[in-house]
Antibody
Framework: EVQLVESGGGLVQPGRSLRLSCAAS????????MHWVRQAPGKGLEWVSG????????GYADSVKGRFTISRDNAKNSLYLQMNSLRAEDTALYYC?????????????WGQGTLVTVSS | QSVLTQPPSVSAAPGQKVTISCSGS????????VAWYQQLPGTAPKLLIF???KRPSGIPDRFSGSKSGTSATLGITGLQTGDEADYYC???????????FGGGTKLTVL
């Protein structure tokens, strides 16, 4: 059974940093692209960032470019999101999601999310 | 303002059929595969349709997807109260080099 378990969320002040992690199991992690998608309270889905199976290709939404860094450790079956210079508008539930078969082919599994709240 | 445009809400009676539209442009829907997701209240999204019209294993054939030009459509037949959820379309945008989603459509089964 595929499992994606996010961690690392919490309350953080504007301008500070946070690192999210996603522990994957139940599939061959190093064969699939992985992404972060967020959802602000009461709002829709917003893509944050994605990374190819080997880490060579990464992509970022304009809203986080230059502040967030996605990475993965295939030996540990883990995905990360380093978030710097956090803003109030980054407040959201952050989901880790698994690519179906390509960098973009839809997400066939999602974690339950980790909540990030940016507030003073 | 989402790159992909969906109606905010749709409704229909149990047993009936409903369609949800997703409108985009040549840089996204027109030249890339579309996926559809169902998000039940308080839960993570679930993949319903990928590659425009394919269903993952376990998704009933009541759910269907289609694409024509720069628009895509999700169809749901035999509506059940358990289908009440938010539905999102998503695809790759080659100009933005980003994944884009629609704003979501809330389905009410009356």
């Amino acid at each position: 059974e595929v499992q994606l378990v996010e961690s690392g969320g919490g309350l953080v002040q504007p301008g500070r940093s946070l690192r999210l992690s996603c522990a994957a199991s139940g599939f061959t992690f190093d064969e699939f692209a992985m992404h972060w998608v967020r959802q602000a309270p009461g709002k829709g889905l917003e893509w944050v960032s994605g990374i190819s199976w080997n880490g060579f290709i990464t992509g970022y939404a304009d809203s986080v470019k230059g502040r967030f860094t996605i990475s993965r450790d295939n030996a540990k079956n883990s995905l990360y999101l380093q978030m710097n210079s956090l803003r109030a508008e980054d407040t959201a539930l952050y989901y880790c999601s698994k690519g179906k078969y390509d960098f973009w082919s839809g997400y066939d599994h999602w974690g339950q999310g980790t909540l990030v709240t940016v507030s003073s | 303002q989402s790159v992909l445009t969906q109606p905010p809400s749709v409704s229909a009676a149990p047993g009936q059929k409903v369609t949800i539209s997703c409108s985009g442009s040549n840089s996204n829907i027109g030249n890339n595969y579309v996926a559809w997701y169902q998000q039940l209240p308080g839960t993570a999204p679930k993949l319903l349709i990928f590659d425009n019209n394919k269903r993952p294993s376990g998704i009933p054939d009541r759910f269907s997807g289609s694409k024509s030009g720069t628009s895509a459509t999700l169809g749901i037949t035999g509506l059940q109260t358990g289908d009440e959820a938010d539905y999102y379309c998503g695809t790759w945008d080659s100009s933005l080099t980003a994944v884009v989603f629609g704003g979501g459509t809330k389905l009410t089964v009356l």
